[in-house]
């Protein structure tokens, strides 16, 4: 009994993870300050995209900001992610 239940609680996280997986980096944990006439003057998603020409050169731009509000997403891999589900 207790094994089933420890399996459907895997398969349960195993969805939720895959679900969010889906959603896309940018949709999670970008998209609520770079969402457009966000009022943080963060860059929209079309501002990003005209102004660098790469997922790389967008990921230098985010780790080099200047912007606390830019501290929490300064990780390399987060980045990343989010660059390519925006040059994809
Ligand atoms: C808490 C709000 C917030 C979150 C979350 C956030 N940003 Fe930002 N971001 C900003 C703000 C505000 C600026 C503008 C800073 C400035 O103009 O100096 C910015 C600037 C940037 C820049 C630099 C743009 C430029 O031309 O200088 C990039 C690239 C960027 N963000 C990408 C991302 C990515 C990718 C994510 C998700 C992983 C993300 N940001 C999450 C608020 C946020």
Do not use: F, R
């Amino acid at each position: 009994m207790k094994k089933l239940i420890a399996t459907m609680l895997a398969l349960s996280l195993t969805i939720a993870v895959s679900g969010m997986a889906m959603a896309g980096t940018w949709d999670t944990k970008c998209i609520g300050c770079h969402k457009d006439g966000n009022a943080l003057k963060a860059p929209t998603k079309d501002q990003l995209l005209g102004k660098y020409k790469s997922a790389d050169a967008l990921v230098k731009a985010g780790m080099s900001s200047k912007s606390p509000m830019m501290k929490a997403s300064q990780k390399e891999d987060v980045l990343k992610e989010a660059a390519t589900d925006l040059y994809k």
